[in-house]
């Protein structure tokens, strides 16, 4: 099974230009999550949903947004990249968001904002 | 705040037996989790803790103490595979996951 899939892999973007990094679960887990991880910082959540069609703010949402509008799917969009968000992107899923429930990571998006 | 502390890096001897340690400070507590990331790669579960106690899985073990705010990960026979960075999360109240920076564990033959 593919678990989750993220693209893409890695991209240089200008500042001042708009992306959008795709994160698709085949689990039908119900919870989805946005992470960055920069050097010497643990793991930040960006933006998370418990459910398709909802979605919640995390610990660093300025600069990016979510749409859920199916199970399987759960994009980030950065409106006008700015260099500070450079960083490496994991998405996550889980199958609910209780405690016991453990979050299944995809591969990564590494960006880089000149 | 919450916080989530673990040592930067790690060296240990192929063969031997290391703990790395996690201590924690979040608003309400619901499970501990340890995480392995090889350099480059996704974060992948090793272990869960939500009572007091220690929870043994083959060559991993992971231990809580809520009382303390404090959790180990040991591990035992070390393999040269077992390089990579360790991540404690914590789960607060709003059934967040909370990460500490991740301890780099090194191992020489």
């Known amino acids: 099974t593919a678990g989750i899939t993220q693209a893409p892999t890695s991209q240089i973007l200008a500042a001042g230009r708009s992306m959008t990094l795709r994160c698709t679960q085949d689990?039908?887990?119900?919870?989805m999550y946005w992470y960055r991880q920069d050097l010497g910082l643990g793991l930040r959540l960006i933006h998370y949903?418990?459910?398709?069609?909802?979605?919640g703010k995390g610990e660093v949402p300025d600069g990016y947004s979510v749409s859920r509008a199916n199970t399987d799917d759960f994009p980030l969009t950065l409106a006008s990249a700015v260099p500070s968000q450079t960083s490496v992107y994991f998405c996550?899923?889980?199958?609910?968001?209780?405690?016991?429930?453990?979050?299944?990571f995809g591969p990564g998006t590494r960006l880089t904002v000149l | 705040g919450q916080n989530i502390d673990q040592p930067t890096e790690m060296t240990a001897t192929e063969g031997a037996i290391v703990q790395i340690n996690c201590t924690y400070q979040t608003s309400g507590f619901n499970g501990l989790f340890w995480y392995q990331q090889h350099a480059g790669e996704a974060p992948t579960f090793l272990s869960y803790?939500?009572l007091d106690g220690l929870e043994e899985k083959g060559r991993f073990s992971s231990f809580l103490s809520r009382s303390k705010g404090y959790s180990y990960l040991l591990l035992k026979e070390l393999q040269m595979k077992d390089s990579a960075s360790y991540l404690c999360a914590v789960k607060d109240s709003n059934y967040q996951l909370i990460w500490g920076a991740g301890t780099k564990l090194i191992i020489k033959p």
């Open positions: 689990m039908r887990h119900n919870a």
């Open positions: 949903s418990n459910t398709a069609g909802t979605t």
């Open positions: 803790n939500v």
């Open positions: 996550a899923s889980s199958v609910e968001a209780s405690s016991t429930d453990t979050q299944y």
